[in-house]
């Protein structure tokens, strides 16, 4: 099977700050990766996803980062505004599956 | 459209009640997928259908029961459930059920259940 984890379960940034999320994978057959961003009331909205082919990945101020050897994913947020408050999921797919299997969540507050 | 409907929003229910969770999609989606998501944690997978046949059951009680009528709706029927059934229940969607770059799930925005 597949589990992820969050090194952290919360973080707190000022605005304007770079944050980074970080999450761990259990399973070396994982192929797939996708950072979800949940805010209240909401269901998961998709960031930006990751195959396991590439180490790198940018978006609109976001930014992944795969590090197969250590099973490390990172979720890179520039420039950190209010409206990127949310609880924020990492998800893994193993090869073969046909489901996500999620990390435990970091919630990111921003302070003024 | 591209959006996950899912109605009630809310729901209140007893243990002896029979209530349904519905769920709609119109982007020509042929995979969907129920999850159960506990305060303070991350959605857990409970069924997925894929071209309207159930492909997994995360071996669910039976007191939950799904259904997918045709390829743009799916529903959760419940039944005697218990107070720890209390969730929000999301509901997602995805072209194919190979889940890839070009597949990626969109979410609903769930449907919170309490039971009392």
């Known amino acids: 099977g597949e589990s992820v984890g969050l090194h952290l379960p919360t973080l707190s940034v000022q605005e304007g700050d770079n944050s980074i999320i970080n999450c761990a994978y259990s399973?070396?057959?994982?192929?797939?990766f996708i950072w979800y961003k949940q805010e209240s009331g909401k269901g998961p909205q998709f960031i930006i996803d990751i195959r396991s082919n590439m180490d790198k990945r940018q978006g609109q101020r976001v930014t992944v980062l795969l590090n197969k050897t250590v099973k490390h994913l990172s979720l890179q947020i520039a420039a950190t505004q209010p409206g990127d408050s949310a609880v924020y999921f990492c998800?893994?797919?193993?090869?073969?599956?046909?489901?996500?299997?999620f990390g435990q969540g970091t919630r990111l507050t921003i302070n003024p | 459209d591209t959006e996950v409907t899912q109605t009630p929003k809310h729901l209140v229910m007893g243990m002896t009640n029979k209530k349904s969770l519905k769920c709609e999609q119109h982007m020509g989606h042929r995979a969907m997928y129920w999850y159960k998501q506990k305060a303070k944690k991350p959605p857990e997978l409970m069924f997925v259908y894929s071209y309207e046949k159930l492909s997994i059951n995360e071996s669910v009680p039976s007191r939950f029961s799904p259904e997918c009528p045709n390829s743009s709706l799916l529903n959760l029927h419940l039944h005697a459930l218990q107070p720890e059934d209390s969730a929000l229940y999301l509901c997602a969607s995805s072209p194919t059920s190979q889940i890839s770059g070009a597949n990626v799930l969109t979410f609903g925005a769930g449907s919170r259940l309490t039971v009392l």
């Open positions: 399973n070396s057959a994982s192929d797939y």
């Open positions: 998800a893994a797919h193993v090869q073969g599956a046909q489901k996500l299997v």
